[in-house]
T-cell receptor
Framework: AQTVTQSQPEMSVQEAETVTLSCTYDTSESDYYLFWYKQPPSRQMILVIRQEAYKQQNATENRFSVNFQKAAKSFSLKISDSQLGDAAMYFCAYRSANYQLIWGAGTKLIIKP | NAGVMQNPRHLVRRRGQEARLRCSPMKGHSHVYWYRQLPEEGLKFMVYLQKENIIDESGMPKERFSAEFPKEGPSILRIQQVVRGDSAAYFC????????????FGPGTRLTVT
């Protein structure tokens, strides 16, 4: 069975600086998708970025980028120029061909003004 | 284009009562997924439905929980005889088709059992 591990329960970063959130996963599949979701205090689950496993190029969305290391089964999220609005829980999720999303336990990101 | 709608946003039930959670998928979406989030945890898959069909309910507790997605109207997650351990946030997501890899989430329903 697939598992997703986020080893950092909480991270803090100074406003305008860069922070990296870690995620590792375990799977025997070769074709899958990886996601980072943001959950602010409103609890709405917001998709931040996604990565297809067959793509070697790391996904980027504005200030958000990933470091996808398929062999190491690592999928970290880098947030550049951190803003106060980035404060939230961040969840890493794995999706295989069977559509179920497997979620990590989350990392709470604190932005210091 | 309205997003995924869930209601109610907050629901309080006493032990032994029934809870009904509703989910209206995005327009044009015929696939619905329910997830549960316990405090301080990630989401856990519960059930996947298409119109009038349950495709995968492997994440649903065997008793007291049921789900449906009728031809007309929202998807319903029903919890009978609620217990304190059912207190959680329940999220619904929808997608236009199974092969589409992106699931769009609703705002969730927070169930509190007193």
């Amino acid at each position: 069975a697939q598992t997703v591990t986020q080893s950092q329960p909480e991270m803090s970063v100074q406003e305008a600086e860069t922070v990296t959130l870690s995620c590792t996963y375990d799977t025997s599949e070769s074709d899958y998708y990886l996601f980072w979701y943001k959950q602010p205090p409103s609890r709405q689950m917001i998709l931040v970025i996604r990565q297809e496993a067959y793509k070697q190029q790391n996904a980027t969305e504005n200030r958000f980028s990933v470091n996808f290391q398929k062999a190491a089964k690592s999928f970290s999220l880098k947030i550049s120029d951190s803003q106060l609005g980035d404060a939230a829980m961040y969840f890493c999720a794995y999706r295989s061909a069977n559509y179920q999303l497997i979620w990590g336990a989350g990392t709470k990101l604190i932005i210091k003004p | 284009n309205a997003g995924v709608m869930q209601n109610p946003r907050h629901l309080v039930r006493r032990r032994g009562q029934e809870a009904r959670l509703r989910c209206s998928p995005m327009k044009g979406h015929s696939h619905v997924y329910w997830y549960r989030q316990l405090p301080e945890e990630g989401l856990k898959f519960m059930v996947y439905l298409q119109k009038e069909n349950i495709i995968d309910e492997s994440g649903m507790p065997k008793e007291r929980f049921s789900a449906e997605f009728p031809k007309e109207g929202p998807s319903i997650l029903r919890i009978q005889q609620v217990v304190r351990g059912d207190s959680a946030a329940y999220f619904c997501a929808s997608s236009p088709r199974e092969q589409n890899y992106e699931q769009y989430f609703g705002p969730g329903t927070r169930l509190t059992v007193t």
